[in-house]
């Protein structure tokens, strides 16, 4: 039997062949494999013979990507040729990217650049030229873990999100819609624009933003893409007008896979249920006649048909609230379900967990993968040439320099210089390289009363543990402790093991639980740590009892509401934060805490390093934007405690 | 060509066209840094604004635009002057709003050796970059945090002198290259260097609508223009030309608007209570509130104008306070009620 996620993602495939620049693109999230490449295979199909499709290799140099100089050409001719890169190629077809997930923020940047104005600017090496680019971009993102992700720049732009995940090889139908059918789209669209003949979408747009806004989706151009969507449903169906299943098609491929918050609860809950099987057994009947009608059998959304009622939705009632969302609204409604049907697993986990959300997803990307790349003259992998003077320390790139050179041979010639080839200073090209910002580990250690002795104990033999994989990672370790009336930092950002223990060893402990104050000190590390270019990882070991206030004075509500601004603060600076519980009885004091710092929380009641320095590096890797569910041990156990 | 997006159709994001219409007004202001969310129409801002200005007045020939009038012409236009032709012939032109596209190199960027000339003839002449296209007008730098950091510190040196130097194979230029300075950015995808933050004189921050009815007049308006550009831009074709009549307008004013003692005095008290470093603060507070003033048709400086920039013109330069959890345009705010009580 077929999948009907198949079927969708084949529908998505017919809609994008129809106008590929008009919806930007399509993220395919799957592993390579069969069911990848028999999709591609199928849109390849469905976009027909003769648009031009390209590839484009990871990390491909801007040479290739925008385009340059031929320097072949050009010395040949004897005058400069420009050469147009990969994506001025594909102008008017599809720019293939595997790998994804691994995009850098450049490439993404030019991508996107390319997809908004539909041309590339290229003013690179002598050239200035402006070549056109209407292209559509296929992300294929192989990331293994929900956050590895292609980035965000790009996915905005790209209408279609599709999922081949577990999808099986076996039973790949290829669909009901053939290359004529989209052809015969194209030009239904194309005419029907021409005589501005698909009229005014008021009722579709006013739907799509509504049901956008129930479910979270801020950026605006997925709903404008989704209107362009169910314009383009409506051309393959061949209707001038969008009717209500391409308004619900729009929303379910567009808005439901970037749902970031669960729909208030519809009326009719049951509707949703049966919504699955409903469509399942539609699409499953082979019988079904071919092209005109297909798309809305095999998408009609399943719940039940409410009279579409054009005239009615009002913009003058501002103050609906979401729960009331439904009333009188027939449209939104219809949409809101078939979106419903089509919300990503998962997200119930993605819209409880605090890191999950809006801040907590920026704090997670300025902690460390994407804004924290640094570069050095020496260190790191290499990422292209610039102009510059190899006696100040980078590589002289000699291939680079002998391509900057040739050029003006001519020219140097005529100087009255001998006929071997002239370099100068000018055209020397030097590796550029850059480097992964390495991570900081602050540890903020409560150290107050006797308890907290050996608690200490454990901090400390974490902290060693640690430093002994730091040497491998180049990552660096700090310690701050509080008690008394007073925080203070122990061991400064050090990736030394010798110096850690001599400063670890005469730590005392004992007094109050100046909380404030060790988490400013914390955060005040931290933002050190992130100036120097580092990425900084807090992990915070209390029993969230604070008595000390900011102003030294004892006093347990002072000193606790001061310990919640100072974590709104880490918060608000987007710290990666890891809150370790260590009473012996969890206490929703530290789980306020950690939600109010936006930290993961992780009750540990009993004294082991071992497991505080491998969820310790869980969140390091996690902060990194790589891989934080893969250790799942210490996860099975925060996830339901931070569901309060 | 094709079509831009009308800048008045623009939904809501009032405090990112003030900044750009300021800095149309008065130049001086020094750029505008606008960061935000995806989708918020930053790119779209720029371009429309570029089709908004009204038309300036260069010499014909030029390859920087000189003013006829100016002070401080390029060596073309001076060689011209010298020779006698003046006045120089010029014509009206639009303002150039130049873009500046990721990938650049810094032989365009600057201006290099003509390759077409060096190739074919063998000669050296110098082929103007995109600093020299942009003098007098606006570079646009979308993904500002992208930009690689050779070429960031080339546009900031060359955006505060007013001034490119180019010194390469023997030729040596220099030419005018004022430009305002504009820079995009999301700041969830890369942190800004802290030099290049307050080198921009505002900076905005724009958001998402969240209200429904603007969101939807938000998607109601590209769906429109999508459709037929050319009908939708002769919609806002008036609304757009009030704008570029009253820049006009703001242009001949901004001389004479004064600025009395007290508004400089509550600029320096805005200052020192928010700690901002230097001195570029309170110019750039004064600069533009006398932009708006003028922008507005008033004759003098009030509070009222400095209230309403302040936010956009120092929330970038404050230092972080660890102790102090709230956003700075909440400390600009607090330090407001503090200064204008």
Known sequence: MIDPRWQQALGAAALFAVNPSRLGGVVVRAAPGPVRDAWLEALTKLLGPGTPIRRIPPQVPDSRLLGGLDLTATLHAGRPVAERGLLAEADGGVVIVPMAERMGAGTAGRLAAVLDAGEVRVEREGIASCWPARIAVIALDEGLETEDRPPIVLMDRLALWIDLEGISPRHLDPGPWDVSAVAEARAAQASFEAQAFDADASDAIEALCRVADAIGVDSPRPVIAAVRAARVAAALEGRSEVAEDDVALAARLILGPRATRIPPPAESPQSSESSEPQEASQSSEPTEPPESSASAESFEAASPPSPSDPGQPDLSDPDQAPDSIDDGKPLAEVVLEAVRSALPPGLLAQATDPRKTRSGASAQQRSGRVGAVRTDPRRGRPNGTVRGDPRRGPRLDLVATLRAAVP??????????????????????????????????????????????????????????????????????????????????????????????????????GGGTPLAAGLDVGGAVADTVRRQGDSPLLVVLTDGRANIGRDRQPGRPRAEADAL?????????????????????????????ALAM??????????????LSSAVKASVSGSLGAGRHRHGHTHADVHPQVRV | MSLVFPFTAIVGQDEMKRALLLCAVDPRIGGVLVLGDRGTGKST?????????????????????????????????????????????SAKVPVPVVDLPLGATEDRVVGALDLERALTKGEKAFEPGLLGRANRGFL???????????????????AASGENVVEREGISVRHPARFVLIGSGNPEEGELRPQLLDRFGLSVEVRTPTELKSRVEVVRRRDAFERDPAGFVEQWRKTDAKVRRQIDAGRNQLESVQVPDS??????????????????????????????????????????????????????????????ESGSDIRVERAMSEVFA
């Open chain 1, 408 to 509: 003006w041979q001519r020219m140097r010639r005529r100087d009255g210089s001998p006929t071997r080839v002239e370099v100068r200073t000018d055209d020397f090209r030097v590796v550029r390289r850059v480097q992964r910002a390495t991570t900081t580990t602050i540890f903020v250690v409560d150290a107050s009363g006797s308890a907290a002795l050996n608690r200490l104990a454990e901090a400390k033999g974490a902290v060693e543990l640690l430093l002994a994989e730091c040497y491998v990672r180049r990552d660096r370790v700090a310690l701050v402790a509080f008690h008394g009336q007073n925080a203070e930092l122990v061991l400064p950002p050090t990736r030394s093991l010798v110096r850690a223990r001599r400063s670890l060893a005469g730590l005392p402990g």
């Open chain 1, 565 to 593: 601004l100072a974590a709104q603060h880490w918060r608000a600076e987007g710290y990666a934060a890891l809150l370790v519980d260590t009473s012996p009885r969890s206490h929703p004091a530290a789980q306020a805490l």
């Open chain 1, 598 to 611: 936006g930290a993961r929380f992780l009750p540990l009641p009993y004294a082991d390093s071992s497991v």
């Open chain 2, 45 to 89: 801002a720029v371009r429309a604004l570029a089709a908004l200005l009204p038309p300036m007045s260069a010499v014909v020939g030029c390859p920087y635009g000189c003013d006829p009038k100016t002070s401080n012409p390029c060596e073309q236009c001076r060689a011209q002057r010298a020779a006698g032709n003046t006045p120089l012939k």
């Open chain 2, 140 to 158: 646009y730098i979308d993904e500002v945090n992208l930009l690689e950091d050779h070429l960031v510190d080339v546009l900031l040196d060359v």
């Open chain 2, 263 to 324: 508004a400089l005095e509550q600029g320096a008290r805005l200052c020192i209570a928010l700690g901002t470093d230097g001195l570029r603060g309170e110019l750039t507070l004064l600069r533009t509130a006398r932009a708006l003033a003028a922008f507005e048709g008033a004759s003098q400086v009030t509070d009222s104008h400095l209230q309403r920039i302040a936010v956009s013109a120092l929330r970038h330069r404050l230092r972080r306070n660890p102790l102090d």
